[in-house]
């Protein structure tokens, strides 16, 4: 068993079959109890009282002279042997010879008693008397009781089976109406697909409690689908409301450029040029992962992977003034990625700034081999977690600047979208950036 499931404790069909399959031992524990209370109460020295008083009883006939009134039918039956032998003829041949004492033939479970063979005839507790003359044999019958208690102890033996059958069944039962209709809609609930907003659970499960649970996750769906879509609305009318001020900003800084401005002009209209180009690819980015479904199957739009990243390292080289650092371009395999431009060239433009900022001194190298993008920088090396608290700390300020905090949100948006493999190995030497997009490969005839 797992650690998971260790946690999570044991199932409630778990539980009552438990208890079930206990209380079944409980009723099986106390049938057999009270079945061997049965046989000790035939077999209890009870019995040696009884004889004992009959004995005396029947002693006292002797005594008087009546021996003929002994009892010889029924469960009690007694005889009077003398010293000579006669009597003998009529007592049981496996007591005429015994001496005085306490006879069974249950001898293994009474206490103070001997044993001895009845042979065929019926079982018995005996008990042999001195008297001045002779002995008196007392013999109580038990094969009847005895018969009758086995009798009740067949019967007990099938309650017992058919109390065992209805303690299984039930489970059986339980199983078949609880544990397999919540499997089956946890399945069907794994089944759903995300992006179908109208995908729903079955409501005809023929117990009411499983139909209760599908009924409210249903309406919990709804809800679900109702606050999608009201996102999507609000995301729909922020696109057409951010498009218009960039748009703006894009064409006054193209007039501006036109103008005859003063040199020192010129770096701030570069920074707002690029600043928008950012925020431009931003907004696409965050609009792409939020409305487009995850790709199902074909190839869409196709990106030659090997001619876009050059053209993204000319497109950073405004960063590397006032920094001793080189832009260097590796092995550049031919790859052809099955992934719209806009989505590459953000991923790829985030790994190569991330690279540039944390390098004053060195060489920023992207390479391309196997569907795997390299971005290796020797700089002082780069903590994605410190990264990503001093953005969560710049969006607490009201500041939020774009860098290595939104950077890694995007990429790991776009690689959960894709199916791609972000990885980062940081050093005090330099820090390693890969991308592996090879579940996006295709090849190209």
Known sequence: MTESRRRRGRSLHW????????????????????NFSGQLLMEDRYWSDLMRSIADD????????????????????????????????????????????????????????????????????????????????????????????????????????????VIAGFIVWLHANLVRPVHDLARRMQAMNPGDPQARL???????????????????LDRVAQFIERERSLLDQASHEFRTPIAVIAGAVDVLKQQPLPAAANAPLVRIEHAVEDLSETMVALLYLAREAPPQGGHGDVTALHDLLPRLLHDHEHLLPGRDTRLQLGEMEPTFVAA?????????????????????????????????????DSGSGFDPAEAARRYRDLLRQGSPARGQGLGLFLIGRICDHFGWTLGIDSSTDGTRATLDMRASCIEIP
């Open 340 to 376: 719209p431009e806009a989505m590459i060239r953000i991923a790829a433009s985030n790994l190569i700034r991330n690279a540039i900022e944390n390098t004053r001194q060195g060489i920023v190298r992207i390479a391309l081999a196997k569907g795997v993008l390299s971005v290796s």
């Open 58 to 165: 029947h002693a006292a006939l002797v005594k008087e002279g009546r021996v003929v009134e002994l009892p010889q039918r029924g469960m009690i039956r007694s005889w009077y042997v003398e010293n000579g032998g006669e009597g003998r003829a009529g007592a049981p041949a496996y007591l005429a010879d015994l001496p005085p004492g306490i006879y069974s033939s249950e001898s293994s479970m009474v206490s103070h008693s001997e044993f001895a063979d009845p042979g065929g005839d019926p079982s018995y507790h005996a008990l042999i008397t001195a008297l001045p003359h002779g002995r008196l044999i007392t013999r109580v019958e038990i094969d009847s009781l005895e018969r009758t208690q086995n009798r009740y102890s067949r019967y007990s033996a099938l309650w017992v089976f058919c109390f065992a059958g």
């Open 202 to 220: 079955p409501t005809d499960y023929k117990r009411e409690e499983i139909q209760v649970i599908a009924s409210a996750s249903n309406a919990h």
């Open 15 to 34: 539980w009552a079959s438990v208890a079930l399959i206990m209380l079944g031992l409980q009723m099986l524990l106390a049938i057999g109890v009270t």
